[in-house]
């Protein structure tokens, strides 16, 4: 055992001295605020492609997606399926509107149509939801870490969550780019070497479903209602994501930003599919466990070798995935509140010391919650769900622009939060997802606020 956590430390430590070199060497494209939140130029498609397949192939969808499959089964990787689908849409329906706007936050682009009210609300659930994503990226990091290390999971996740707020704060959007292409491969190699060390230790597919339920190989198993929910949380947070919206504007040309997309959607579902067949093996090899450990535990009896790719895959793509929305949320805390309130004469060296700082609060305030997630997915999927109220109000800003008025899109961002959150922790009652609270929540108020409209000035941003 001793050896085996030799060599895992080893490789371990290895890959993140590279990372950190890496991020050592572009640190002066962070001495800027445009560089820290931009990197500094223009990126190919298949940087933007890895940097966004990482973060949203992070710890949390991979292990939440084993953790599903482990109960459910194959249907688990429907999750993916809608993040793939989102992609998809994105590069068809929103890309050029995005690289038009001229706009680098997601906050911004509202305020062009309905107002400076709307621009704080977007820029405050922006920084909730990807709080949400945080704690769960940071839980699944920490049992991952705690399983293969052997250590308690309390540390492991405060670990976790020190050394990404470290790693995040120094090299800024110029070294996520350049170490989340590592992380992705990294990531994809491991889960291929995972899932065949799964298959053979089960014995093959045919073993497997002579071991398993039938429902356990029903595509629909999770449900309708599920599918759907995941395919509004999905498709919602890839429109109205900060770092995406971020990386897509730092492509040379709206063709750039959709072959990245494409590049993205189409690795997605074979990910996926890997990760639910994970868990249905673990389910095999290691019956009556927690399931939020199906694939930890898996990794754990692991190869030493294959065991160490697995783990700085998925430590990287947590890295990643938490440098992207701190950096993120820190991007918007920025541009809508400390420079517009606090530099007004927009010292530059001001702006870079608070993302600095804001990506250190930001970062380890997920941490507290963290200790206590178990559901992981269900927890990643609150935070996408959240910023689908805001996807809504995107697609009738671009294509419904005098459909609804500035005060429906402000009074649906807070009906929104407050529902779908409230929801969520209800437990969601009759079985109806928190998904749809945040879909309906703009449609409603966009919708009263339409028919109540008095005047055509009615639409106009409101002021603040």
Same mark, same amino acid.
């Given at each position: ?14 890959? #993140?001295?590279? %990372? ?35 973060? #949203? ?19 688990? +990787? ?30 911004? $682009? ?28 940071? +839980? ?32 800024? %959007?110029? &070294? ?39 429902? =356990? ?6 449900? !309708? ?39 993205? &959607?189409?690795? =997605? ?42 783990? $700085? ?20 805390? %920025? ?18 010391? #608070?993302?600095? $700082? ?55 961002? $807070? ?7 409230? !929801? ?33 000035? +009615? ?6």
């Amino acid at each position: 055992m001793e050896t085996r956590l030799m060599i895992i430390g080893g490789i371990a430590v290895s890959y #993140f001295a590279l %990372m950190a070199y890496i991020t050592y060497s572009v640190r002066k494209h962070a001495n800027s605020s445009d560089g820290m939140t931009g990197g500094g130029r223009n990126f190919p498609a298949f940087l933007i492609g890895a940097l966004l397949l990482s973060e #949203f192939i992070g710890s949390s969808v991979s292990i939440g997606t084993a953790q599903k499959g482990y109960e459910l089964g194959i249907s688990a +990787a429907w999750n993916l399926v809608a993040l793939a689908l989102g992609f998809l849409l994105l590069a068809i329906v929103l890309v050029k509107k995005f690289k038009e706007t001229g706009q680098t936050t997601i906050s911004g $682009i509202l305020a062009q149509s309905y107002g400076e009210p709307v621009r704080y609300a977007a820029s405050v659930l922006t920084i909730v939801a990807l709080g949400i994503v945080a704690v769960a990226l940071y +839980a699944s990091g920490g049992a991952v870490l705690a399983a293969v290390l052997h250590i308690d999971k309390t540390t492991a996740i405060l670990l976790v969550g020190v050394t990404t707020v470290i790693y995040v704060s120094l090299g800024g %959007m110029r &070294s996520v780019v350049y170490t989340n292409f590592a992380h992705a491969i990294v990531k994809y190699v491991g889960i291929i070497l995972a899932l065949a060390y799964a298959l053979e230790a089960t014995g093959g597919i045919g073993n497997l479903q002579a071991q398993l339920p039938a429902r =356990m190989f029903n595509w629909i198993e999770i449900g !309708w209602g599920q599918i759907i929910a995941w395919m509004i949380a999905g498709i919602g947070s890839i429109f109205a994501t900060q770092y995406v919206i971020q990386a897509v504007v730092g492509t040379d040309s709206p063709t750039v930003a959709r072959r990245a997309c494409y590049y993205v &959607s189409s690795l =997605m579902i074979p990910f996926g599919l890997m990760a639910a067949l994970i868990g249905m093996c673990s389910a095999v090899l290691y019956p009556g466990m927690k399931s939020i450990d199906a694939f930890p535990t898996l990794i754990a009896h692991m190869p030493a070798f294959s065991a160490s790719v697995m783990v $700085i895959g998925l430590a990287g793509a947590l890295f990643g995935g938490i440098s992207a929305t701190t950096l993120a949320s820190a991007t918007l805390a %920025m541009k809508d509140f400390y420079d517009p309130f606090f530099n007004k004469e927009k010292n530059d060296r001001k702006s870079v010391l #608070f993302i600095r $700082i804001a990506i250190i609060v930001i970062g380890l305030l997920p941490l507290v919650l963290a200790l206590y997630a178990e559901k992981l997915l269900m927890i990643a999927f609150l935070g996408k769900a959240l910023r689908a109220t805001l996807a809504v109000i995107i697609l009738l800003a671009f294509y419904a622009p005098k459909f609804g008025t500035a005060r429906g899109a402000f009074y649906g961002i $807070i009906l929104s939060v407050i529902a779908t959150i409230a !929801w969520f922790l209800a437990g969601n009652p009759y079985g109806v997802d928190s998904s749809y609270l945040a879909l309906a929540g703009p449609l409603l108020t966009m919708t009263v606020s339409q028919l109540f409209k008095r005047t055509p000035g +009615a639409t106009a941003p409101v002021s603040t």
